[in-house]
């Protein structure tokens, strides 16, 4: 079973969703047997690179609010974070583009590290002091080779902005044609979607019914084909 997750590294409610759904798929049964991959998705596509501000001050701004409030809700956060086990700075942080990082998550896709990378690029931008944005290149890259990736494709990615930037753009592109309107969005094999981080119990909820969902292979055979088998292959009956 294939689970797909829309999500985006500015996005908090990502950074507990990701936890939660880890929480019940480590729970889950037949959890060896589900493939996990992260797809894109930018809540402020189109963002310049330079374009970098206080977190209070963007949300302030994007939903009308005043700072105190936004930061009423930035403590709200790191209370629903901390219930995850997750660090989260509730001052102090910034917000900018994340199409890089998006870019980079595509390279980690094809070297099967994916998720370490997207964890750590959740870490730094929710719990380290130091900004993925104003210092973006250089940390980018510490934090990519920490996930296991070579430094100089990492580099060569972040020097190429058409890297990887269609592969972006066609995961939002699915996404839309999804419904998909907001994150974290979960697609468990194309049959069932999950809004926002849900509880862990809704997941596993989500989790059993995708896979008792699942099609049973419908065999069309003929009596007397031939085939090969464990214990050898058949002999034709022309040949006995």
């Given at each position: ?77 790191r209370a629903q974070a901390g219930a995850e086990g997750l660090a989260y ?25 994916q998720s370490e990378l997207l964890q750590l690029l959740y870490r730094a ?73 849900q509880p862990a119990e809704v997941f596993e909820r989500a989790l059993a ?32």
């Amino acid at each position: 079973m294939r689970v797909e997750i829309w999500s985006d590294i500015a996005c908090p409610w990502c950074y507990v969703g990701k936890a939660r759904f880890e929480k019940a798929l480590a729970a889950f049964p037949h959890r060896d047997d589900v493939e996990v991959v992260h797809r894109s998705f930018e809540l402020d596509p189109g963002r310049a690179k330079d374009d970098i501000q206080p977190v209070l001050t963007m949300l302030s701004k994007k939903y009308g609010m005043s700072e105190a409030q936004a930061q009423a809700g930035e403590h709200n956060l790191r209370a629903q974070a901390g219930a995850e086990g997750l660090a989260y700075r509730a001052e102090g942080r910034d917000h900018g583009s994340t199409f890089d990082m998006h870019r980079l998550l595509h390279l980690a896709k094809e070297h099967g590290r994916q998720s370490e990378l997207l964890q750590l690029l959740y870490r730094a931008n929710f719990a380290e002091e130091r900004s993925v944005y104003a210092d973006a290149d250089e940390f980018l890259i510490e934090l990519a080779v920490e996930a296991g990736l070579d430094e100089g494709a990492a580099r060569q990615v972040l020097a190429d902005p058409a890297a990887y930037a269609d592969a972006v753009r066609e995961d939002e592109r699915e996404a839309a044609e999804l419904g998909a309107n907001g994150v974290p969005f979960f697609v468990l094999d194309r049959k069932y979607g999950v809004s926002g981080a849900q509880p862990a119990e809704v997941f596993e909820r989500a989790l059993a019914q995708a896979w008792g969902a699942r099609s049973p292979l419908q065999v069309i055979q003929e009596d007397g084909a031939e085939a090969c088998g464990p214990d050898g292959c058949a002999v034709p009956s022309q040949w006995r």
